[in-house]
């Protein structure tokens, strides 16, 4: 196992040298033959044979541990061997060549070169389709050694694959290109068989090559020259590819455009089984086409516009043709090209924006809207991230006129995206009647499929049919279609943000006015069922209200900052929305109003701004939903119409007179309602009236001592806040844990009913204190004892001024003081029990 070579000078004599150099030769060729013998054995048998395998494995490892291993090699790649075997003899002089205990010395490092480079000049792989993998392995192979040596140990390397790609056989002008893409790929960012100082090298090396000389890069003409004899094979296209996608690893994609490298892609494209692997070298290029950071102005490290163009233009081409046809290996690729671009905007948004022509930037943008149009929700997330990455990097500017915007018009983009907001399964679609269904495909546009698409109903079927693409079936699959849609849902409402600022353009057909009145005509057709029916359209109502919810609130909190002119841009058009929003529907429905309610609720922080008489009919609604329920759904709607007035006040959207209408109206209401209601009312008022600046301290305090009287009247007169409090509760408790289950839920059995009034109270006065927290300034109220009368006097509470118990600053004070004693003597019951 001694290395040969080393024996001649170690023994010392030139014939021992040579009868030792014939022993080892003759004892490599038999291990050799052995190794051969077995790699023949496995892949002639057919069937997989355990044993056989398992032989030639551990002959493997053999063959590696040996000290020649390079030698062995050399003999089992050798050109009469089987293919098989080849491919096994490359596989050793690879591990050979990445070994580090012991590494491949000097010495042999050389031998493995000079036997290298005379079987790149030989004719062996003259025949392209023997083999192939055999060919990839011995790129890989001089891959490996070039990594060590190329370019200064080995500068003959580089010519010998330049004429190699000059041969007439494709086979060589393979495994020229073959090489060249395995050197670069030793370059990716987080391989760690390079240092620091080896990848510098190996870098400038390379960009050495590509760049030079400047007007036929040695590289560049190679690769040309190949094409242009054998562009024809589809292994050399392969391999062209392949190396246009390795290069933007370690050269600047500025060169490889300005040496038109996009052209082989573009062709690769074409070739059904090439366009995998031609996607796959733009996706190395779109995060790199320009250095990092945005391009400052008159920089040289830039590529020209006209590359960029051209690049743009081939992405585009290549969106244009993802037409959804049924098939799942179609979809997959289609997923890959949404996700390329998306990529490519997200990246490059900023300096796209800057560099590209108002044409080129308009045909990305319409290239991103026909993904949006996909029956895939997948694609259309890629499609609409793009989107929102372009619109944020374009400037700020008041001229948005149709010849400089880039974009699809507003109207056009909302009918799209309002179509994917909708809240639709495929089982409801089933009965969308024909007018609903022509309507809602004019807002869709044009679908990105080659399946016919005449109804609604057909669009739906298409998006589940890429649902069953995506996701398993199965609760986790659900869980990872509402997450999907949840992302959809918020990537749509930044995308309005974004270009519906009412700051970049007041015209009536972008902007903020633009988006109100869009949506009007939305939520007008859903609440008219079209003016052909008597039905509501509540998925329609509810997507017209999502694209104007969030942002409406955005635009506003936007506009109340100075100066003070956007105010009314934002206020007017809202408005406008506002009024169709309420506008009664041709039919009752309690979902429609329940998600009317909830958007009122939402923009509460806009009636502040408005007149009280805005604010009026709104309470109006409220109220009559709070006084008369429907017969369906009643609680449910009651409820709501309860934390829409909560909203209401919150935001200090109530005027003092209103405040005062609206506390008679609820003390006349009070008698009607259930506790829960009844307190919620009470801590709507309450949050209205803290959030009223308007009102003296001593008036807000007063009210809201009138609205807690009822409350305060119960809790006082509660048995559980008296002496004896802990055991009529303890009497209570033990009550309600003997009743039956049947009868412990009912609302007619007293010691439930008890606990649930006591808790009903509770809640009320926290609800009370909780929305008056903000309004706690103003005048010292009294010290006074919080004990309350002597006989009910808290342990360590004296008949003197108290300061601890004194509320400072509460406009609940007095409510404070009132329940404070009942409080402390509940929570002893509570103590002395438990």
């Not at 070579?5 to 021992?16: M, Q, T």
């Not at 006209?306 to 233009?313: G, K, N, Q, V």
């Not at 635009?555 to 009314?568: D, G, H, I, S």
Request: some cysteine; aromatic content about 6%.
């Amino acid at each position: 196992k001694t290395p040969i070579l080393p024996l001649l000078v170690v023994e010392g004599g030139l014939a021992h040298g040579t009868v030792q150099q014939g022993m080892e030769s003759g004892a490599l060729d038999s291990l050799a033959e052995q190794a051969a013998a077995a790699i023949h054995a496995v892949h002639a048998s057919g069937a997989v044979d355990a044993a056989r395998l398992a032989a030639a494995r551990e002959l493997h490892q053999t063959v590696c541990r040996h000290a020649s291993a390079h030698q062995v090699a050399f003999r089992l790649a050798s050109p009469h061997r089987p293919p098989e075997v080849q491919h096994f003899g490359f596989q050793v002089l690879l591990a050979a060549s990445k070994a580090r205990s012991p590494p491949l010395g000097q010495f042999e490092r050389a031998a493995t070169r000079a036997w290298l480079a005379s079987n790149l000049t030989s004719d062996r792989w003259a025949n392209i389709a023997a083999a192939p993998y055999a060919r990839a392995k011995c790129a890989e192979a001089v891959a490996s050694l070039a990594r060590l040596d190329w370019p200064a140990a080995w500068p003959e390397l580089s010519p010998a694959l330049f004429q190699l790609a000059s041969a007439p056989s494709p086979g060589s002008a393979a495994l020229s290109l073959g090489v060249w893409s395995q050197i670069a790929d030793l370059l990716i960012e987080d391989s760690k068989e390079l240092t620091t100082s080896r990848r510098r090298e190996l870098s400038s090396a390379l960009v050495t090559v590509v760049e030079q000389p400047a007007e036929a890069p040695q590289l560049i003409a190679s690769l040309q020259h190949a094409l242009r004899q054998h562009g024809a094979d589809r292994h050399v296209v392969r391999e062209a590819l392949n190396l246009c996608r390795a290069l933007a690893i370690a050269v600047p994609v500025k060169l490889l455009l300005q040496h038109s490298l996009d052209h082989i892609i573009r062709v690769g494209l074409d070739v059904p089984e090439l366009c995998g692997l031609a996607v796959s070298a733009l996706a190395d290029w779109v995060e790199k086409v320009f250095p990092p950071g945005k391009v400052k102005e008159g920089q040289k490290d830039v590529l020209q516009t006209h590359d960029l163009c051209r690049f743009t233009a081939l992405l585009v081409q290549l969106a244009r043709k993802c037409v959804f046809d049924g098939h799942q290996l179609a979809y997959a690729f289609h997923c890959q090209v949404a996700e390329l671009i998306s990529d490519f905007c997200v990246a490059n948004a900023e300096n796209l924006s800057s560099l590209l022509p108002a044409s080129d930037l308009g045909a990305l943008w319409a290239g991103l809207l026909h993904l949006l149009r996909y029956p895939s929700v997948t694609i259309q997330l890629d499609a609409i991230t793009g989107m929102c990455q372009l619109a944020k990097a374009t400037p700020n500017t008041s001229n948005n006129s149709l010849a400089s915007r880039p974009r699809p018009g507003l109207e056009e983009l909302l009918g799209t995206m309002f179509v994917h907001s909708l809240k639709l399964d495929v089982a409801e679609t089933e009965n969308v009647v024909a007018h609903r269904s022509e309507w809602l495909l004019r807002c869709l546009g044009t679908p990105a499929s080659s399946v016919p698409v005449t109804t609604f109903p057909a669009w739906c079927q298409l998006l589940s049919q890429t649902h069953a693409f995506d996701i398993r079936e199965g609760p986790q699959g659900s869980e990872e279609r509402s997450s999907l849609f949840g992302r959809l849902k918020k990537k749509t409402l930044d995308l309005v943000g974004l270009i519906c600022k009412p700051e970049i353009n007041s015209s009536t057909t972008e902007g903020y006015a633009a988006l109100c009145r869009i949506a009007s005509l939305f939520a007008a057709r859903a609440l008219t069922s079209g003016g052909l029916g008597q039905e509501v359209w509540i998925p329609e109502f509810d997507a017209a209200l999502v694209l104007v919810e969030r942002p409406g609130s955005a635009a506003l909190r936007a506009a109340e900052k100075p100066p003070a002119e956007r105010l009314n841009l934002v206020l007017e058009p809202s408005l406008v929305f506002l009024q169709q929003v309420t506008m009664p529907a041709v039919a009752f429905d309690a979902d429609l109003e329940h998600r009317r309610m909830e958007f009122l609720s939402h923009w509460a922080v806009f009636y502040r701004h408005y007149n009280p008489d805005v604010v009026g009919q709104v309470l109006q609604q409220l109220v009559q939903v709070i006084e008369n329920p429907p017969a369906k759904d009643g609680i449910k709607l009651q409820r709501r119409a309860l934390d829409t007035l909560v909203s209401l006040g919150k935001h200090g959207a109530l005027r003092p007179l209103q405040l005062e209408a609206l506390n008679t109206e609820c003390q006349r209401l009070a008698a009607k309602l259930t506790p829960v209601a009844r307190g919620k009312l009470v801590e709507a008022l309450a949050a209205a009236v803290a959030a009223s600046p308007d009102l003296e301290f001593s008036r807000r305090s007063q009210l809201i001592c009138m609205m807690m009287d009822q409350a305060t009247a119960a809790w006082r007169s509660s048995d559980f806040v008296q002496h004896e409090g802990s055991e009529r509760l303890l009497a209570v408790l033990a009550a309600a844990a003997m009743a039956s289950p049947n009868r412990a839920s009912s609302f007619d059995e007293p010691n439930i009913a008890k606990l649930r009034d006591m808790r009903t109270l509770v809640h009320a006065f926290t609800g009370v204190i909780t929305k008056t927290a903000s309004a706690s300034v103003g005048p010292t109220c009294s010290n006074k004892d919080v004990s309350g009368d002597s006989g009910s006097r808290i342990p360590g509470a004296s008949g003197h001024s108290n300061e601890t118990g004194a509320v400072r600053g509460h406009i609940a004070a007095q409510v404070v003081q009132t329940w404070a004693p009942g409080i402390f003597a509940f929570a002893r019951s509570l103590a002395g029990i438990y």
